[in-house]
């Protein structure tokens, strides 16, 4: 069931697993451990997924996303070596005869200065580690890649791995294994960003001078995780250099960069800010007519973070991200995204770890008829936005050698501003708009990652979710024996009080991989993961807009769920000089929302009739080859996969393509050093149409025509295939400002044969013969775009 009546109790699954994890203990001899942080020597940062282990037993541990590590062993003499790719490793002996904190500082390994490296983890990490579906990508390869207009993205950058797609080029989000851009939980240091781009999807909110891990996760998702149902985009920040001042950014064709970070209280804190601002607007300012003068196109973001060591038990984290798009002239955008994140590091001994998070996000989104309010007779302002507080107390206990087990909770409330507008005329002003909607969403969670043998390794876990839709404000209830894909009628409306429970849902949901060793050099791994959503975005356009509207779910509109299984073959060769791997999936999706022809979703009170419900599936394989280090390398992916979805009323009740589908989608990304100054990047990019609903006939009234789809069937045509060739050069210079520090100059071509690759194909009356009709190709862009960056660092 998705539902229950009682709630599940947690005790007894806790119970059943500490007896599990603690079935196969590590032996009856006395044991200690090793704890500590492992740290960059150059910027004092804690490092990600460094491998820390003890080279006579052959055990070990990752450092979490914090640096931390915990090794138990018995009693003896060892040697403890601690290997990151790209830096020298550490490899000392010592006496384990008592309970030792152990703290590293890693150096970068000189011989690697004049080469690239594509993975910033252990050599043989995607083999051995028990995660699959995971892409890890280094800022160090994101800023050698080509960029549109030169600038380093994010984004536009995990789009090249495989399973990751998007329906065109311009527009925003990401889609991972059929699902859409909502079912994508964004992570910016824990904290959720409802829209990931500037400029209609033309850039990333990551400012690339202030991000530290670059982390997606498309199955086996841990237990720790939750709320969407496609996938994980985990974004970490830098703490801000703890050793000496420094400053960085870029000018570039469009915009420019300023980052700016140091250490304080002699070394036991630091701190970073960032800002971005772009100046197209600026630029064409002198070239606008009289009809465009009063045009504003911009982005701007602000981002900073602060950290300070307490003692060598507590530390704390204090972040912050805030972005806004201005776009239009007399009738205008306005869009941004604000977070907040506080974060508190306990180590309550050198077995157990604790991170707790309070964050605060809001994403808010309006239309001006009036953008320079000069004009206080006639004006249209309608503002909307979605603001969630959370609290996550996250604990990490490393039991033994052979089990990792985290555990914690997480409480999200949730506001729904649907929207609120202000309409002058004459000077006379009316408002309207539709009452806030308000949720809880909360989660207990569990997981192990248990070592059973040599070559056998299982990460499980439950999580167990549960919602609430709550008052004040107006519950709707409708008629359900309406013909599918007919508007529904209101019944009946009735008044909640404040913190009322209208409706509640909850779901377990179970996690489980599994890693098995075939060699050294080779690994079976095989995922499942259930997921529950519960938030909605509702958009019948092509593609996503910034005025979409969130929803939650409600006592009409039922969670989203979906259940994935994976199956991956991976092989490194060469001494881990090139890895590979091939992975194959099933995803089911339930409750998937579509809309009834000429959908209302722009201030209507009743806009749950005007929705659709249904079933999705989305299957395919995913083949993966990487070559990571010399002075040649990079990877080709090729995904082949379909999604589908099964809507009541729609295309005689039968599966049809999803919007989202792409059968084929190639990638090819090559990074090579030529000399010490100069490297070249190249990434060529290949994909199948994505499917399109076209009108079936036309009337003809008073000799014009009138498209019109008589059977409403969707998505049954699809347009031509899209594919790209881009290119870069990076130039260092030996300095950047007054002889200090270092600088590059960054050359790259976008669209290298100019291809004209179609958005979206549209059906339309011919200008020039109103009585006839005709279809459309649109591009986003059509034209070789060139551009040059300057970035630096001192």
């Not at 420019?256 to 630029?283: Q, T």
């Not at 210079?733 to 007054?738: Q, S, V």
């Amino acid at each position: 069931m998705s539902y229950f009546t009682k709630p599940f109790n947690f005790k007894h699954f806790l119970f059943f697993l500490f007896v599990f994890a603690t079935a196969n203990p590590c032996n009856a001899q006395t044991n200690f451990t090793i704890s500590g942080k492992v740290s960059d020597a150059k910027n004092g940062e804690g490092m990600i997924g460094v491998n820390v282990f003890l080279k006579e037993l052959k055990i070990g541990a990752s450092t979490n996303v914090y640096g931390f590590y915990s090794i138990t062993a018995p009693q003896g003499k060892y040697t403890l070596v601690v290997s990151y790719i790209g830096y020298n490793s550490v490899s000392k002996e010592y006496t384990l005869d008592n309970n030792q904190t152990l703290n590293f500082e890693l150096t970068e390994e000189g011989k690697l200065l004049d080469e690239v490296v594509v993975t910033g983890k252990r050599e043989d990490d995607n083999v051995k580690n028990v995660e699959m579906s995971v892409n890890k990508v280094e800022m160090k390869t994101i800023k050698k890649m080509p960029a549109f207009l030169g600038e380093v993205d994010v984004i536009r950058s995990i789009q090249f791995l495989p399973g990751v797609s998007s329906v065109g080029e311009g527009s925003s989000g990401f889609n991972v294994r059929g699902g859409g851009i909502d079912q994508n939980l964004v992570l910016l240091d824990e904290a959720p960003v409802y829209n990931s781009s500037h400029l209609f999807g033309f850039f990333s909110v990551f400012n690339p001078d202030v991000v530290k891990d670059v982390k997606l996760i498309k199955g086996g998702i841990p237990a720790t995780y939750g709320g969407r149902v496609s996938s994980i985009l985990d974004v970490r920040m830098k703490e801000g250099n703890s050793k000496k001042p420094e400053f960085s950014g870029g000018l570039g064709t469009i915009f420019s960069r300023f980052a700016y970070e140091r250490p304080f209280l002699k070394e036991k804190g630091s701190f970073i800010v960032a800002l971005r601002r772009s100046y197209i607007d600026i630029l064409a300012k002198p070239f606008l007519n009289s009809d465009l003068k009063g045009s504003r196109f911009y982005f701007y973001d602000f981002t900073a973070k602060t950290n300070y060591k307490i003692n060598d038990k507590n530390t704390i984290f204090l972040s912050g991200y805030f972005g806004r798009d201005v776009f239009g002239a007399d009738f205008g955008f306005n869009w941004g995204n604000s977070t907040t994140s506080f974060r508190w590091n306990h180590v309550f001994n050198n077995k157990l770890f604790l991170n707790t998070t309070v964050f605060y996000s809001n994403y808010d989104y309006s239309l001006d008829s009036d953008l320079s309010n000069e004009n206080d007779q006639d004006s249209f302002e309608w503002k909307s936005n979605i603001l969630n507080y959370s609290i996550k107390p996250d604990f990490n206990y490393y039991l033994n050698s052979k089990n990792t087990i985290s555990f914690g909770g997480q409480a999200i409330y949730y506001t729904f501003n649907p929207g609120q507008a202000t309409a002058v005329s004459g000077g006379q002003s009316r408002s309207i708009g539709l009452d806030s909607k308000y949720a809880m969403e909360s989660a207990l969670y569990v997981g192990n990652e248990q070592k059973l043998t040599d070559k056998l390794t299982l990460n499980y876990g439950l999580r167990y979710s549960f919602y609430s839709y709550m008052g004040p404000g107006t519950v709707y209830t409708f008629n359900e024996n309406t013909t599918p894909g007919e508007r529904k009628a209101i019944t009946s409306t009735r008044t909640s009080e404040k913190g009322e429970a209208i409706k509640n849902y909850g779901n377990l949901e179970p996690r489980i991989a599994l890693n098995l060793g075939i060699n050294n050099s080779t690994s079976i791994k095989l995922g499942y993961n259930r997921l529950a959503q519960y938030i909605h975005l509702l958009s019948n356009t092509v593609a996503s807009s910034p005025l979409d509207v969130w929803t939650p779910s409600s006592n009409n509109i039922k969670p989203q769920l979906s259940d994935q299984v994976a199956l991956g073959l991976f092989k490194n060769f060469s001494e881990n000089l090139y890895e590979s791997s091939v992975e194959v999936y099933y995803k089911t999706l339930k409750n998937q929302i579509d809309y009834i022809r000429n959908a209302d979703l722009l201030l209507n009170p009743a806009v749950e009739g005007d929705l659709m419900y249904g079933i999705g599936r989305a299957y395919g394989a995913e083949f993966f080859v990487k070559k990571n280090k010399g002075k040649l390398n990079g990877w080709v992916s090729y995904t082949l996969a379909r999604t589908e979805r099964k809507i009541d009323g729609l295309n005689n009740n039968d599966w049809y393509a999803s919007r989202i589908d792409k059968a084929h989608n190639i990638s090819v990304v090559g990074i090579l050093d030529l000399t010490k100054k100069w490297s070249m990047g190249t990434t060529l990019s290949f994909s199948s149409g994505t499917p399109a609903s076209f009108p079936t006939n036309k009337f003809a009234w008073q000799g014009i025509a009138l498209p019109h789809n008589y059977t409403d069937d969707r998505n049954t045509y699809r347009i031509p295939n899209s594919h790209r060739l881009d290119y870069s050069a990076t130039r260092k210079n030996k300095h950047a400002l007054f002889g200090k520090g270092e600088s590059e100059w960054v050359f790259s071509v976008y669209n290298v044969y100019n291809r004209k690759n179609p958005f979206s194909v549209y059906v339309r009356q011919n200008p020039d013969d109103p009585s006839k009709t005709e279809a459309v190709k649109y591009s986003v862009f059509a034209a070789i775009i060139p551009a040059v960056t300057y970035n630096f660092k001192f």
